[in-house]
């Protein structure tokens, strides 16, 4: 859709461009009648985010003490241990008893970045949020208020919880920040805004980029997979080990809460950087031991050197460097754009293992563990080896491959021939949705529109935000 209207110049009215702004006029429409029902919805859903986050967590909390043998529930103790929880679902480090503790688990933070994100959403689509301009009060105070509350959270801790206020409102509020605007891009035109000020080829290229990253993740959890059915049996004598079967559950759910950081050292493992827990490290071609707590899933790690087939999994993201390529083959044009492609593609997925490298890392208290480090840049390079070396060679060696759509080609080169697109559609045409009217036309019909909507009998309050999904269809001309 996006390449159409670059090509074409975009379709006009009249004299007017439809890429150019409307007239304020004609754009207003009627004025909003209840501007106060939407204020407070904003106001209570951008307050019901941390609030939802806050029980999540006190509810797991609870789960978790209630099932755990030798254990009282006491539900204030519950509610003061959400404190610190909630910090740990926005990547906030935490001090326990004097030691550090800031490798925490990304599955909650995947979960929270999810919840932002439909409630940015859901209040731009109630709130009728159309223009990008309209896109920042949401993520700002989006971001302001998880900030706030995360510094608060951080100063109310006590006993043998603390955390910076700073970092807190730092972390808080940029983690808010990013989902807020990943909920509002598509509605708020940010993706539009993005595309018409890059190349055709750099937009495509980020898309490809963005499947890249799933195929990373992919490999990743295949990597961890196979560890999980190889360490099958010393998972399950970790469990037996823990005693009773709270504390089995418990084991196994905080496990689980680490299983995005699992994948990332899957494929760490896989692009040859490996990661280092402590005194340990693990390298397809090389390892050393070293202590680790006794939890379910640090037992799919290896207890003696490196085995001969671990060279196998070297393969791994040479395949995902030659999907890369593939894909990009499919992109038609000149050779130099495809390369492009393929380099825009790479660095985006390096640029996504960088982050979640930096992030997944920190300090595991005083102990013998002490620091966990996926090696950032060394894994950053490597996986920008991996994925563009293969890719550009069969990029250059494997020549296009044809699109299935002739027409593919003249979107993505933006060459167009003039029976190709004709600028002016025939107004008497079934398919058309609306006719190409004269500005002149069209501005002076708006007093005789806004007496009709004057006319109209006034919108309930409770049916201020119904609003279909599709766009409606321009008004025909009546002359």
Same mark, same amino acid.
Request: hydrophobic share 55%; proline share 8%.
């Given at each position: #859709?996006?390449?159409?209207?670059?090509?074409?110049?975009?379709?006009?009215?009249?004299?007017?461009?439809?890429?150019?702004? %409307?007239?304020? &006029?004609?754009?207003?429409?009627?004025?909003?009648?209840?501007?106060?029902?939407?204020?407070?919805?904003?106001?209570?859903?951008?307050?019901?985010?941390?609030?939802?986050?806050?029980?999540?967590?006190?509810?797991?909390?609870?789960?978790?003490?209630?099932? @755990?043998?030798?254990?009282?529930?006491? !539900?204030?103790?519950?509610?003061?241990?959400?404190?610190?929880?909630?910090?740990?679902?926005?990547?906030?480090?935490?001090? %326990?008893?004097?030691?550090?503790?800031?490798?925490?688990? #990304?599955? !909650?933070?995947?979960?929270?970045? =999810?919840?932002? @994100?439909?409630?940015? @959403?859901?209040?731009?689509?109630?709130?009728?949020?159309?223009?990008?301009?309209?896109?920042?009060?949401?993520?700002?105070?989006? /971001?302001?208020?998880?900030?706030?509350?995360?510094?608060?959270?951080?100063?109310?801790?006590?006993?043998?919880?603390?955390?910076?206020?700073?970092? $807190?409102?730092?972390?808080?509020?940029?983690? $808010?920040?990013?989902?807020?605007?990943?909920?509002?891009?598509?509605?708020?035109? =940010?993706?539009?805004?993005?595309?018409?000020?890059?190349?055709?080829?750099?937009?495509?290229?980020?898309?490809?980029?963005?499947?890249?990253?799933?195929?990373?993740? $992919? &490999?990743? &959890?295949?990597?961890?997979?196979?560890?999980?059915?190889?360490?099958?049996?010393? #998972?399950?004598?970790?469990?037996?080990? #823990?005693?009773?079967?709270?504390?089995?559950?418990?084991?196994?759910?905080?496990?689980?809460?680490?299983?995005?950081?699992?994948?990332?050292?899957?494929?760490?493992?896989?692009?040859?950087?490996?990661?280092?827990?402590?005194?340990?490290?693990?390298? !397809?071609?090389?390892? @050393?031991?070293?202590?680790?707590?006794?939890?379910?899933?640090?037992?799919? =790690?290896?207890?003696?050197?490196?085995?001969?087939?671990?060279?196998?999994?070297?393969?791994?993201?040479?395949?995902?460097?030659?999907?890369?390529?593939?894909?990009?083959?499919?992109?038609?044009?000149?050779?130099?754009?495809?390369?492009?492609?393929?380099?825009?593609?790479?660095?985006?997925?390096?640029?996504?293992?960088?982050?979640?490298?930096?992030?997944?890392?920190?300090?595991?208290?005083?102990?013998?563990?002490?620091?966990?480090?996926?090696?950032?840049?060394?894994?950053?390079?490597?996986?920008?080896?991996?994925?563009? %070396?293969?890719?550009?060679?069969?990029?250059?060696?494997?020549?296009?491959?044809? !699109?299935?759509?002739?027409?593919?080609?003249?979107?993505?080169?933006?060459?167009?021939?003039?029976?190709? %697109?004709?600028?002016?559609?025939?107004?008497?045409?079934?398919?058309?949705?609306?006719?190409?009217?004269? =500005?002149?036309?069209?501005?002076?019909?708006?007093?005789? /529109?806004?007496?009709?909507?004057?006319?109209?009998?006034?919108?309930?309050?409770?049916?201020?935000?119904?609003?279909?999904?599709?766009?409606?269809? $321009?008004?025909?001309?009546?002359?």
């Amino acid at each position: #859709m996006f390449e159409a209207v670059r090509s074409s110049g975009g379709a006009t009215f009249g004299r007017v461009s439809a890429l150019d702004p %409307i007239p304020h &006029a004609v754009a207003a429409g009627p004025s909003d009648r209840k501007p106060g029902l939407r204020r407070w919805l904003f106001i209570a859903v951008v307050g019901a985010v941390p609030l939802i986050g806050f029980l999540a967590v006190a509810a797991l909390l609870a789960l978790v003490v209630g099932i @755990a043998s030798g254990t009282s529930f006491d !539900p204030l103790l519950v509610l003061m241990a959400a404190l610190p929880g909630w910090l740990m679902l926005y990547q906030s480090p935490l001090v %326990i008893s004097g030691a550090p503790l800031s490798v925490l688990p #990304m599955l !909650p933070t995947i979960g929270v970045v =999810l919840l932002v @994100a439909a409630a940015s @959403a859901f209040v731009a689509r109630r709130c009728r949020l159309r223009r990008p301009d309209q896109a920042w009060p949401v993520i700002a105070t989006m /971001a302001l208020v998880h900030a706030c509350v995360g510094a608060l959270f951080a100063m109310l801790l006590g006993g043998p919880f603390s955390a910076v206020p700073v970092e $807190a409102f730092l972390s808080c509020g940029l983690t $808010a920040a990013i989902a807020a605007t990943a909920g509002v891009a598509n509605r708020c035109g =940010l993706f539009y805004l993005l595309w018409e000020r890059t190349d055709a080829y750099v937009w495509t290229g980020l898309r490809i980029g963005l499947l890249t990253i799933a195929t990373v993740v $992919a &490999a990743g &959890a295949f990597v961890l997979l196979a560890g999980v059915v190889l360490a099958a049996p010393e #998972m399950a004598a970790s469990m037996e080990r #823990m005693g009773g079967a709270g504390d089995a559950v418990g084991a196994t759910v905080l496990s689980l809460l680490y299983l995005p950081n699992a994948i990332l050292a899957g494929w760490s493992f896989a692009a040859g950087s490996g990661f280092a827990i402590g005194a340990q490290t693990v390298q !397809p071609l090389n390892h @050393a031991p070293g202590p680790l707590p006794d939890l379910p899933l640090l037992a799919v =790690l290896p207890h003696d050197g490196p085995a001969v087939w671990w060279s196998v999994v070297l393969l791994l993201p040479l395949l995902v460097g030659m999907f890369l390529g593939l894909v990009a083959r499919r992109v038609p044009g000149p050779l130099v754009r495809r390369l492009v492609v393929v380099l825009v593609a790479a660095g985006v997925a390096t640029l996504a293992v960088l982050i979640l490298a930096v992030v997944a890392g920190g300090r595991l208290g005083n102990g013998p563990i002490g620091d966990v480090s996926f090696h950032p840049v060394g894994l950053a390079l490597a996986t920008l080896c991996w994925l563009a %070396i293969p890719a550009l060679a069969m990029t250059w060696l494997g020549g296009a491959e044809e !699109p299935d759509d002739p027409a593919l080609a003249a979107f993505a080169t933006d060459a167009f021939d003039d029976e190709d %697109i004709d600028p002016e559609p025939d107004p008497e045409s079934p398919e058309e949705d609306f006719d190409y009217t004269d =500005l002149d036309d069209l501005v002076s019909e708006i007093p005789v /529109a806004r007496a009709e909507s004057d006319a109209e009998p006034e919108v309930e309050a409770d049916e201020f935000d119904a609003e279909p999904d599709e766009e409606e269809s $321009a008004p025909r001309d009546r002359g």
